[in-house]
C-alpha cells in the first residue's frame, strides 16, 4: 500500500527490513545498545560486527531518542537506533515515548541528508506495545513530521498480520 504525505511516498509492506534499499534502517534498539532479538539482532547479524563497533562507542541511547551509525553490510548508509518504550499501562508517558522515536529518527534523517529510511513497528514486539495504537502513533508522527526533502518512507512489517493492522491504521488517517 503507498500513499503520499506531501511529496513524500510512503510505503507499507511486509519483509525483512534488513534487505530493503534506504539511506537510513531504523532499529528498534534496546537502551544499552548491545544487540538483541528481533529487529535489532536482525540488523545486527546481517550488518556485521562494525555496527557493534559503533554502538558500543556510543555507549547507549535513552528511551524516546534516537543514535545513528554506518550500516556495515546492510543495504543502507546508516542504521538509526532508537529506543521505544516497554510497554506498562499506557499511563507512563508511552505514547509520547514512541513518537519522539519516530521524530528523532526523522530529525536524525534530516541532519544526515537522509532522502529515504526504512522504520519497523517499534516497541510492537517483546515491547508489547499495542500494535494498533502504536502504528497509528507511527504513521501520523511521521506524516506530521516529515520534512520535503525525505522522498521515501518504507514501513517494514514482519507479519501479515501486523501489516494489516498499518494498512488500516493508513486507511483511517487518510479519511
Known sequence: MNTLFGSSQVSLLQGDITRIAVDGIVNAANARLAGGGG???????????????????????????????????????????????????????????????????????????????????????????????????????VKEHLQPSMKTVKFVCFSAADLKVYQDALRSLST
Open 39 to 141: 529487529v535489532d539482532g536482525a540488523i545486527h547479524r546481517v550488518g556485521g560486527p562494525t555496527i557493534m563497533q559503533e554502538c558500543r562507542k556510543i555507549g547507549g541511547c535513552p528511551v524516546g531518542q534516537a543514535v545513528l551509525t554506518t550500516a556495515g553490510a546492510l543495504p543502507a548508509k546508516y542504521v538509526l537506533h532508537t529506543v521505544g518504550p516497554i510497554w506498562q499501562s499506557g499511563d507512563h508517558n508511552e505514547d509520547e515515548l514512541l513518537a519522539s522515536c519516530y521524530r528523532q529518527c526523522l530529525r536524525l534523517a534530516r541532519e544526515y541528508d537522509l532522502t529515504s529510511i526504512s522504520f519497523p513497528s517499534i516497541s510492537t514486539g517483546v515491547y508489547g506495545f499495542p500494535i494498533k495504537r502504536a502504528a497509528v502513533i507511527a504513521l501520523s508522527t
